[in-house]
């Protein structure tokens, strides 16, 4: 039985990865996650062909950009076992990752961006939305089905 599409946000600063990035790149992994709730969101949480909404943080103003599709399955992340990467864990090995990550592909950006600010105001209508809780600071995390239909349609 195939699992049922679920929905995801990604935040990226686009300094360092935009959604213009992922548009001239095609798919990219989304490598770098060091947060244990959002890396088991990727691990055991996603599946090739669930949504995802590309939002762009740190920068103004943050919001909603694009929506992409999970590319591929979980798999250990390489930056861990990287010495010259910023994300180098030096307790992971090969034998016992500690950080897995999936390729995402570029779907379509949006025709505007969908701020942080205009999300907020819309917090009846997205209950219990993550994004907009207070003290969220995840990178990755779970959309409703009908959150996702109801940010899209604010596009």
């Not at 897995?100 to 219990?128: Q, T």
Request: glycine fraction near 6%.
């Amino acid at each position: 039985m195939t699992p049922r599409r679920r929905y995801w946000l990604m935040k990226s600063e686009p300094d360092a990865f935009s959604i213009d990035d992922l548009a001239r790149v095609g798919t990219e992994p989304w490598t770098g996650v060091r947060n244990y709730q959002a890396r088991n969101f990727m691990r055991n949480g996603m599946h090739v062909g669930d949504g995802v909404l590309f939002y762009h943080s740190n920068c103004t103003p943050p919001g909603i950009v694009g929506t992409a599709t999970v590319a591929t399955a979980a798999y250990p992340d390489p930056t861990q076992f990287d010495r010259k990467s910023h994300y180098f864990d030096p307790k992971a090995t090969q034998e016992e990752p500690r950080w897995f990550n999936v390729d995402v592909r570029f779907e379509r950006k949006l025709s505007r961006i969908i701020p942080l600010e205009e999300i907020r105001s819309h917090a009846d209508e997205l209950e219990e939305f993550e994004l907009i809780r207070r003290g969220s600071r995840l990178s990755v995390l779970p959309v409703s089905a009908a959150q996702w239909k109801y940010l899209l349609s604010l596009e």
